[in-house]
């Protein structure tokens, strides 16, 4: 079965300053990875996705993730943080197989200070 | 941009009480989901729906809860005798392709069981 941790259940960061959160996936095979963000009140917005390729993928918002086979990992970054990136994130793993549920970690809440 | 339209936002209900909660997916994908997520806690799976059955399902969808794709256009979830537990955000998705496709989310319905 899958899953997915994000060890930090809180970050704050001060606006300007990178950020990083992590994600720890475990599957069998090489998943489909996610990441949405999520403001509050708010639906599920997707950041970015990595199926295959490059392991550096580049999303909206200025974020990227690197896909690490070897430490099963899916970490974002920013490199500078605006006080609008202030919301819950969300890394969520896909199976390559039919029906595809993605499976999410429990979240990471990002608050920017000024 | 086309996008996942859920109704309603909100919905107040007794506990005992059927709700139904409606799910617009975008026209042209395939496959439907819906998650859920209790305040403070992660999305969790419930249910994914293609060609017009349920493909997979979680230990949370037991038979109080049942999916239905009634017009080509709506997707809902019924959730027969609500529960104190039942108490949460409800997302609806849908993908257009089954092995590269992303999830696309509505923005979420918000059911409250006094």
């Known amino acids: 079965a899958q899953s997915v941790t994000q060890p930090d259940i809180h970050i704050t960061v001060s606006e300007g300053a990178s950020l990083e959160l992590r994600c720890n996936y475990s599957?069998?095979?090489?998943?489909?990875l996610f990441w949405y963000v999520q403001s509050p009140g708010q639906g599920l917005q997707l950041l970015l996705k990595?199926?295959?390729?490059?392991?550096l993928v580049q999303g909206i918002k200025g974020f990227e993730a690197e896909f690490k086979r070897s430490q099963s990992s899916f970490n974002l970054r920013k490199p500078s943080v605006h006080w609008s990136d202030a919301a819950e994130y969300f890394c969520?793993?896909?199976?390559?197989?039919?029906?595809?549920?993605?499976?999410f970690g429990g979240g990471t809440r990002v608050l920017v200070k000024p | 941009e086309p996008e996942v339209t859920q109704t309603p936002s909100h919905q107040v209900t007794q506990m005992g009480q059927e709700v139904i909660l409606r799910c617009v997916p975008i026209?042209?994908?395939?496959?439907f989901y819906w998650y859920r997520q209790i305040l403070g806690q992660k999305v969790e799976f419930l249910v994914s729906?293609?060609?017009?059955?349920?493909?997979?399902k979680s230990e949370i969808f037991d038979d109080q809860f049942s999916v239905e794709r009634p017009d080509g256009s709506n997707f809902t979830l019924k959730i027969r005798s609500t529960k104190l537990e039942d108490s949460a955000m409800y997302f609806c998705?849908?993908?257009?392709?089954?092995?590269?496709?992303?999830?696309?989310f509505g923005e979420g319905s918000r059911l409250t069981v006094l």
């Open positions: 599957y069998g095979a090489t998943p489909y």
């Open positions: 026209s042209n994908h395939l496959y």
């Open positions: 990595y199926f295959s390729g490059d392991t």
């Open positions: 998705a849908s993908r257009a392709t089954q092995n590269t496709g992303e999830l696309f």
């Open positions: 969520a793993v896909g199976a390559r197989a039919a029906g595809n549920k993605l499976t």
């Open positions: 729906f293609y060609n017009n059955e349920i493909s997979e």
